[in-house]
């Protein structure tokens, strides 16, 4: 599913922020609810999302793969590696290191604790990225910023098939 329409794309980053949702948390008011129902049909018959008995919406494992690679800012979607960092931030001060962690509210790892991890922007060096993810996600400003090491993870489902491929 390379094109999207932007109702289908709309349904997709909504859920990246949430577990699931009723219909009526997808309507909204320039979407007719016929239009509406008509692509959350064609997300559903295309395995992205699916309904529960109780008519909750929610990503498939496939869906979550897809909505990942949505750029939420510009509603692109990347199908190549994504350069990330992870921002392990460290109060020393009392002599015992204390870590962040934080509650992340978008999928895949959503409502999960972690460490705070973010995209590198086109032309911005990795460690304003930390930076700017430290500051976003937890209004923390950071002293200094320190390399630590590179990792890359490749992504597989239960049933060993590639979903994505990640660079820390």
Same mark, same amino acid.
């Given at each position: 599913?390379?094109?999207?329409?932007?109702?289908q794309?709309?349904?997709?980053?909504?859920?990246?922020?949430?577990?699931?949702? $009723?219909?009526?948390?997808?309507? *909204?008011?320039?979407?007719?609810?016929?239009?509406?129902?008509?692509?959350?049909? &064609?997300?559903?018959?295309?395995? *992205?999302?699916?309904?529960?008995?109780e008519?909750?919406?929610?990503?498939?494992?496939?869906?979550?793969?897809?909505?990942?690679?949505?750029d939420? %800012?510009?509603?692109? &979607?990347?199908?190549?590696?994504?350069?990330?960092?992870?921002?392990?931030a &460290?109060?020393?001060?009392?002599?015992?290191p204390?870590?962040?962690?934080?509650?992340?509210?978008?999928?895949?790892?959503? #409502?999960?604790?972690?460490?705070?991890?973010?995209?590198?922007? *086109?032309?911005?060096?990795?460690?304003?990225?930390?930076?700017?993810? $430290?500051?976003? /996600?937890?209004?923390?400003?950071?002293? /200094?910023? /320190? *390399?630590?090491?590179?990792?890359?993870?490749?992504?597989? #489902?239960? /049933?060993?098939e590639?979903?994505? %491929?990640?660079?820390?």
């Open positions: 599913m390379d094109n999207l329409h932007f109702v794309m709309s349904i997709l980053k909504s859920l990246l922020f949430k577990s699931k949702a $009723l219909f009526s948390e997808f309507n *909204y008011s320039q979407t007719d609810s016929e239009v509406l129902s008509y692509h959350l049909r &064609v997300l559903t018959k295309s395995g *992205y999302i699916e309904k529960d008995n008519g909750f919406y929610m990503l498939t494992t496939k869906g979550k793969q897809f909505a990942a690679d949505i939420v %800012d510009t509603s692109m &979607v990347s199908s190549r590696a994504k350069l990330s960092v992870l921002v392990t &460290v109060d020393a001060s009392s002599g015992k204390k870590y962040l962690l934080i509650k992340r509210l978008k999928a895949p790892l959503l #409502n999960h604790a972690c460490f705070i991890a973010g995209k590198v922007k *086109y032309g911005e060096a990795a460690s304003l990225t930390a930076k700017r993810e $430290l500051f976003e /996600e937890s209004g923390l400003i950071a002293n /200094e910023v /320190e *390399y630590r090491c590179f990792h890359r993870q490749f992504v597989y #489902n239960a /049933e060993g590639f979903l994505k %491929d990640n660079a820390f």
